[in-house]
Nanobody, 126 residues
Framework: VQLVESGGGLVQAGGPLRLSCAAS????????MGWFRQAPGKEREFVAA????????YDVDSVKGRFTISRDNAENTMYLQMNSLEPEDTAVYYC????????????????????WGQGTQVTVSS
């Protein structure tokens, strides 16, 4: 199984970025997918998740309606559209995959996920 994140980079505060996670080696449509992030000196934290049916979950406090998670099962790819970025969003962003229990299953705990990507750096300048 391989999960490869892309789309990170340096952006000014208020700007957008779209992250992608390309999956291979698994039946993508069977997996709940998640985005996590880890800032320097902090724990890896949940950002968003999407079930096999497209149900979504967000960390409301940090995302505040600015981020949108989506998936394209035909392309084996998950996305995170990030708008109105803030310096506090600076982190390495990781995608993750969890063999799903049901069509609407999402998971917020990093220990629930089976596979992880290597991460992509997002830096937001003020």
């Amino acid at each position: 199984v391989q999960l490869v994140e892309s789309g990170g980079g340096l952006v000014q505060a208020g700007g957008p970025l779209r992250l992608s996670c390309a999956a291979s080696g698994l039946t993508f449509s069977w997996y709940t997918m998640g985005w996590f992030r880890q800032a320097p000196g902090k724990e890896r934290e949940f950002v968003a998740a999407i079930s096999t049916s497209g149900s979504t979950a967000y960390d409301v406090d940090s995302v505040k309606g600015r981020f949108t998670i989506s998936r394209d099962n035909a392309e084996n790819t998950m996305y995170l559209q990030m708008n109105s970025l803030e310096p506090e969003d600076t982190a390495v962003y990781y995608c993750s995959a969890k063999l799903s229990r049901s069509p609407n299953y999402t998971a917020r705990s990093k220990s629930a996920y089976d596979f992880w990507g290597q991460g992509t750096q997002v830096t937001v300048s003020s």
